[in-house]
Structure formats: C-alpha cells, structure tokens
C-alpha cells in the first residue's frame, strides 16, 4: 500500500494534478510538511502518542488524526520552504479502511466526492484466514468499509476479480466501481544479469533459487514456500530466499513457527531469511531468483507478482485473487489450486528443470509486465476525478 500511494500520487502530479497525502506522524524530529516533487507533498499529522503503533491500535486515534487533517485542509495554507501557497481541494482519495473512516468524514465536512481504496477486504480476508482476522482486525473493519464503500463516490478495484468481491461481498454499487491496475516503476524492476543480481545480494551464483517476497503472516503462506522446498527431490541444492518480516499480534509467533519448520524439516542450511528491504532494492532479488513464489491464501492483485514478472523472473502462484490476471498459466508462470506444498514444488520443479521453457517464461512475463505503468494508472485516476467533480455527490446511505 505503500508503494500504491507513493508512486501513484507522483504520477498524478506528473499529470498536473496537485497531490496532498496525510500520514500518522510516528516520530518528533519529522517536518511537518515535505515536497517531494513539484506538486507532490507529504503532511506528517500528530495523533496519539508518538511512535510506531501496531495496526490494530490506529482505529484509536482515527478521530484525533481526522481532526488534524481537517483542521489543516481548511487552513487553506501550507508552507514549502518559501512564501505559503493557497491549496485547493478537489477530492479525498483514502487509501484502507482506516483512512476511509477519515475520508468519510472528510466528505461531509467539505463536500467533496470520496474516492476509496480499500488494498485488502476483512469480509475476503476472513474467508481466506479466518484466524488473522480475529487477531488482528476489531470487529467494526467490515461494517466499517460497507458504510464507507455506501458513501464514496467511486471505490477503485485493482483488477476484475477485486471489484467482483467489492459487489459480491459489500453489495457495493457495480456503476461505482472503477478499476484502476496499479502498476511497476520499470526503472527498477526490469530484466538483468542473474549472476550480478547474486553477487550484489551476497548469494550462491551458482544454484537454483526460489523467493518468497512478503509479510510473514498466514495470509502470505510463507511456510507453504517452505514445505514446497523439501519436496524438490530432484533439486537438492536449491535454496529458498525469505524476504520479509513479521506482521500483526501474532506475527513473531509466526515467524518463530517458521525458522521451527526450517530445522524440523532439516532445511536450515538451505533457507535464508532477509529483513525487509528498501523497495528499489527488491529488484535485485527477484533478478537474483530463477522462480519467485506467491502462495497467498488471497491477493487483491498480488504487485510482488507483478514485480517479479518485470524483472524477468517466472512466477509460480497461487490460483486467488489478482494473482489471476497477472499470471498467465503456462505462458509466464503456473497458478496454483489448490494452494499446497506438493502443487507449489511440482511447478516449481517444471521451471527448475527446464532451463529452455524457464527462459521462454521469463521473457514472457517481462513483456506482459511492460502493460501495467503508474502513468497510466495516474491517466484513468485523473479522469476519474475529473468526472466526480463534475458531478453531484453521493448521499451517504
């Protein structure tokens, strides 16, 4: 969700479109305003006790932030180290359901039309994990995001599959809808030498090397990538890259679950563990991998998917969500269904093992991945603001 704002609102302003993006101040020595960019600008906003806040604790200080943000909209002022420049606002575009509780807000303090992006469903992800959502979520997140989803003007999906849950779970109106694929910044994720790519992260340049991108919590299936491992058989020396790191209540538990996995399974000497990387420097790792594994129990779109695919990597997935439209089965990587360790090693092991049909893949996935640009996402955005604020707004159901 992170890199959605951050990249999505720099090509916005590339079109000409003015981007103010408000986030939770979580420390004292921030500004209180940055320009990132001519017409990009970043507004760090006090609200509760300073420092980093486990997600399940923000819905807290949702009001206290809303106050803040509102306050300073109104304020028709902002400084970018020079005279204040009056702002103008269009629209609210919030960005999960927290932020809907904001922009709901917003809304009907300022009339203008909300447009929401909700990144991951509580009524979708509690199919999929039903264990993590009562970790992890209060009780109001789904009858929090009906209401807010009732009363934005637009609710953007990623892909097809997305704005069919939005209908098909929330009841959210089809004419509302809009799907915006977000997209990958191919000055980074693009085609290199493997070897290089090894060298650069410190790993084997000889062997095979699977990856796994991602939180390590159940919703990602982590130990499914895992177990998969131990059954490639006819791969002995191939390792598996875990980069990522523990997320929700339960997250540490989880994480110590898996190294406990690693050494039952007696794989320890062949699994490596990778703190959270700086975004641009993913890339090096999927370059690094012969195949990359996405064994998510859901996926709204799946961007490490697409990350991968960019650089030139085959992906082996699973058959949810997103990762439907970005995996093209048999062309640029294999879905999977259903997700378990012996479906993930048997399609693993077709890449492996065929280093013809894995080169015909990769090249496969890099061009497809050429399609999904932010500037483009920025274009159908711009054009959706355009129409709401030309039209009249939504009433709040």
């Known amino acids: 969700m992170n890199v959605y704002v951050r990249e999505l609102s720099s090509a916005l302003a590339r079109t000409g479109v003015e981007c103010d993006v408000y986030t ?3 420390a004292d020595d921030l500004p209180a305003s940055v320009l990132v960019e001519p017409g990009l600008r970043v507004h760090h906003v006090p609200a509760g006790p300073l420092g980093v806040l486990p997600k399940e604790e923000l819905v807290a200080v949702v009001d206290e932030f809303t106050d803040a943000v509102l306050a300073h909209m109104r304020s028709g002022a902002v400084p970018d180290g020079g005279p204040f420049e009056p702002l103008g606002f269009d629209a609210v575009h919030a960005n999960y359901w ?3 509780l904001v922009g709901h807000r917003l809304k009907h303090e300022l009339d203008l039309p909300l447009v929401s992006t909700f990144h991951t469903l509580d009524r979708v992800k509690a199919q999929a994990s039903p264990e993590e959502v009562s970790a992890d979520e209060p009780h109001r997140r789904a ?7 009732a009363c934005s003007d637009a609710v953007l999906a990623s892909c097809s599959v997305e704005a069919e849950q939005l209908v098909g779970f929330y009841g959210a109106d089809p004419g509302r809808v809009r799907v915006v694929t977000p997209g990958v910044d191919h000055a980074f994720f693009a085609p290199g030498s493997r070897v290089q790519a090894r060298r650069a992260v410190g790993l084997d340049p000889a062997g095979p090397l699977i990856l796994f991108v991602g939180r390590i919590q159940p919703l990602k299936g982590a130990p499914v990538a895992v177990e998969a491992l131990a059954r ?4 002995p020396r191939a390792e598996l890259v875990v980069v990522g790191g523990p997320s929700g209540p339960r997250g540490r538990a989880h994480l110590a679950d898996l190294h406990e ?3 039952r399974l007696g794989l320890a000497g062949r699994v490596r563990f990778v703190d959270p990387q700086p975004h641009e420097l993913l890339s090096s790792y999927y370059r690094a991998a012969d195949v990359c594994v996405v064994p998510s129990r859901s996926e709204s779109f799946g961007l490490v998917a697409l990350e991968a695919a960019a650089c030139g990597t085959p992906v082996v997935a699973a058959d949810v969500g997103g990762l439907t439209t970005l995996v093209d089965h048999g062309v640029t990587g294999f879905l999977v269904d259903p ?3 012996a479906g993930m090693a048997e399609a693993v092991s077709v890449v492996l093992g065929d280093a ?6 990769g090249r496969a996935s890099a061009v497809r991945a050429r399609r999904y640009t932010w500037s483009e996402a920025a274009a159908q955005l711009r054009a959706t603001y355009d129409d709401l604020t030309a039209a009249g707004l939504v009433a709040c159901r």
Do not use: N
Request: one cysteine or more; charged letters at 25%; proline letters at 3%.
């Open 143 to 149: 009858e929090a995001e009906a209401a807010i989803m």
């Open 24 to 26: 939770r101040a979580d």
């Open 98 to 100: 927290l932020s809907g």
């Open 261 to 263: 996995l690693v050494d």
């Open 232 to 235: 490639l058989g006819d791969h």
């Open 339 to 341: 997700v378990t360790p």
């Open 356 to 361: 013809g049909r894995a080169a015909c893949l």
